[in-house]
């Protein structure tokens, strides 16, 4: 007994430096981070050295199933360790420009009006309905600058009769080719050939502005070496992982990691790239590399490195200045990753990528490596099949030493590599809810690995799909069968193995390790297998609000309170019964806003005189724009501001065991 505690020493001195150290540190800054960061390291490197010359090298060198298979698993964890080694680096260090947003946008604009430098807005367009392109259009004609400097260009690409009328009415440039050569990226340099703006706004046609967001960002182009200014996307819809897990309000969308964490810190060490949308560019500098590069179909990548080559830095403003539209069903979830990972990994072999691009340091080149797209998925796969492997063949991962040196060199890196993403990402990242997502993913992002690294060039940009919503359950077969494939084929093998006559690696320690291992895949694979499982979505998301607001129904005007809204309707709390039903008329009238002439949908009951009346409103013209920048340009949000773990278990358990599929209230 006593033995067995102290093979728990390294784990227990990893909690202490952590619980007694860095959770009482200061996140943000620099030195705890570095040192936290520099803490981990050690402890990996730990125990790679013991993998290495205990498990790997000590293996009789026969050319068997089970020795090719030990050192296959090892090159996969030197993968593993070479991406957490860039992701530690780039941690250690973080930076928040917000302060000097301040005071760049304090003196920028105390300035005369008529010295402003012109803007223009690019909105690249090819299949996306009028109602998603209303939001971006009427948003970024109401961005907060001056009109003689601003010219919005709406880049068609479809070449869309009903659009050219519709920017016609609202002001904007319609702006169309002959083709459709270089996708985005030809585009957008075919707007360039039109415009004249000393600046270019990119939001894609998903994307709505925030009214300041060129006060927050064109002040930093004052320093002639910046290149780009990017600034975080965040949604007003649920991504498809949120919805089919039923996380909807308790777990945040799947890119908050990497806009919230890691953008800011890649940032601080001058290496943040632009991602497309929601992001400033200086025209000059776009013109010196020749326009938006197309070699690859990530323009935006590839416009950083670019860029980089000549000496412009993109810089990253890590504030809520847009909203946009997540991807809304599986296929637009797949479409979009599927492309951002065959972009990466082109860099890799072009001319100007990370490899061979002029003017990039040796710093420069790791960092813009797509190591990640390149390894996560792999590592994943390996996880996932090891206990499956040795369940059904005996060969271990491992020259197998003993369970006590597994418990002394592996069990600290995991331990410690939870802790300390809990610390940097204490609202972003649950390790079951985050391995399910990332289990889930692999089965359709491993085959765009393969095919891109054997294949990179060739496959057509795809856009993704927006605009469609996604109101009728769906069911992603191949996914869900891949994911039932491994737990049966792991679960089969724990009972095989439980039977003497049956069993197929005999009895030894590594056994033990093996069982709890496929144990915890097997909760992971049925966590992401719920994933598969579409539920349906309105196309309307609503935004939570608590606003004043008076009620006219019949003879009677009460006061009460708006608690949710969107461009179709919302709820209106009272503290009051009006003798109203639903296909009732009814006026609701905000503050500093027109009168809502709405329908009664619903009445319920809140508690003794008090009500909720749902209603739906068919808004147009003036009004319907009015209400788009209300919504959509900074006054509401969906974020999840933290993790409520029990909420995060109850959605899981009701949705595995008890939720059926249906609309999202």
């Known amino acids: 007994m006593v033995q067995y505690l102290v093979d728990f020493v390294p784990t227990l001195l990893v909690a202490a430096f952590f619980f007694l150290f860095s959770l009482n540190w200061p996140r943000h800054a620099t030195w705890p981070r570095a040192v936290t960061c520099a803490f981990v390291l050690a402890v990996a490197v730990r125990y790679l050295v013991w993998r290495f010359f205990a498990t790997v090298l000590a293996y009789p060198v026969d050319w068997s199933f089970g020795f090719l298979w030990t050192w296959f698993v090892f090159l996969v964890e030197l993968g593993a360790f070479a991406d957490i080694l860039l992701f530690l680096f780039a941690m250690s260090r973080t930076v928040d420009r917000s302060a000097e947003a301040d005071r760049l946008e304090r003196d920028y604009f105390a300035r005369d009006a008529a010295r402003l430098p012109t803007v223009d807005v690019f909105i690249p367009t090819y299949n996306e309905p009028l109602d998603v392109l209303e939001r971006t259009i009427v948003g970024a004609l109401a961005l907060d600058y001056p009109k003689d ?31 459709n050569s270089h996708a985005k990226a030809g585009n ?19 994307f709505v502005p925030y009214r300041n967001f060129l006060r927050r960002t064109v002040p930093f182009f004052q320093d002639p070496t910046i290149g780009i200014v990017q600034t975080p996307q965040h949604f007003f819809n649920k991504d498809p992982v949120q919805s089919n897990l039923s996380l909807e309000n308790v777990w945040p969308d799947e890119q908050r990691l990497f806009f919230d964490e890691m953008a800011a810190s890649r940032d601080a060490w001058d290496v943040s790239f632009c991602c497309g949308s929601c992001s400033i560019a200086r025209r000059s500098a776009i013109a010196e590399i020749g326009g938006f590069p197309h070699d690859s179909i990530t323009e935006d990548l590839l416009t950083t490195l670019a860029l980089l080559n000549r000496g412009y830095t993109t810089r990253y403003l890590n504030e809520r200045l847009s909203m946009g539209l997540a991807a809304e069903n599986l296929k637009g979830y797949f479409v979009q990753r599927g492309r951002w990972c065959r972009g990466g990994i082109q860099t890799i072999y072009l001319h100007n990528g990370p490899l061979r691009g002029p003017g990039l340091t040796l710093f420069q080149r790791f960092m813009f490596l797509p190591l990640s797209w390149l390894v996560q998925y792999t590592v994943r796969f390996v996880i996932l099949i090891v206990p499956a492997v040795y369940l059904w063949t005996g060969a271990a991962p491992l020259y197998f030493t003993g369970t006590a040196d597994i418990v002394w060199y ?52 795809r856009v993704t799909p927006k605009g469609s919503g996604n109101e009728e359950s769906a069911f992603d077969a191949y996914t869900f069968f891949s994911i039932a494939f491994w737990i049966a084929v792991t679960a089969l093998g724990l009972v095989v193995n439980v039977v003497p006559e049956w069993s197929r690696v005999g009895e030894g320690e590594f056994s033990v390790v093996s069982a709890y291992w496929a144990a915890l895949n097997i909760a992971v694979l049925m966590v992401a297998s719920l994933i598969c499982f579409e539920r349906p979505r309105p196309l309307l998301d609503s935004f939570a609000t608590d606003e004043e607001a008076r009620i006219a129904c019949g003879t009677a005007t009460l006061p009460g309170r708006v608690t949710s809204l969107s461009l179709a309707g919302g709820v209106v709390a009272l503290q009051a019964e009006p003798a109203v039903a639903a296909g009732d008329a009814m006026i609701v009238a905000m503050p500093h806003f027109p009168e809502l002439r709405c329908t009664v949908e619903t009445v319920s009951r809140l508690g003794p005189k008090r009500v909720a009346i749902r209603f739906g409103t068919a808004l147009e013209g003036e009004c319907r724009d009015q209400m788009i920048v209300k919504l959509y340009t900074g006054g509401y949000s969906q974020d999840i501001r933290a993790l409520d773990k029990s909420a995060i278990a109850g959605g899981l358990w009701s949705r595995m065991f008890g939720r059926t599929a249906r609309a999202a209230s």
């Open 188 to 206: 957008m340099n075919n707007g360039l050939q039109v415009s004249s703006g000393d600046f270019i706004a990119i939001f894609d046609a998903d």
């Open 149 to 179: 400097k601003l010219t919005i260009y709406v880049l068609d690409d479809k070449r869309r009769g009903w659009l050219k009328d519709y920017c016609e009415r609202k002001g904007a440039v319609h702006v169309t080719r002959p083709d």
């Open 410 to 461: 592996q069990v600290p890196v995991l331990v410690a590599y939870f802790l300390l993403m809990g610390w940097l990402t204490p609202t972003r990242y649950l390790p079951l809810v985050s391995s399910a997502v990332g289990a889930f993913a692999t089965f359709r992002m491993l085959p765009v690995v393969v095919s891109s690294l054997v294949k990179p060039f060739g496959v057509p940009f």
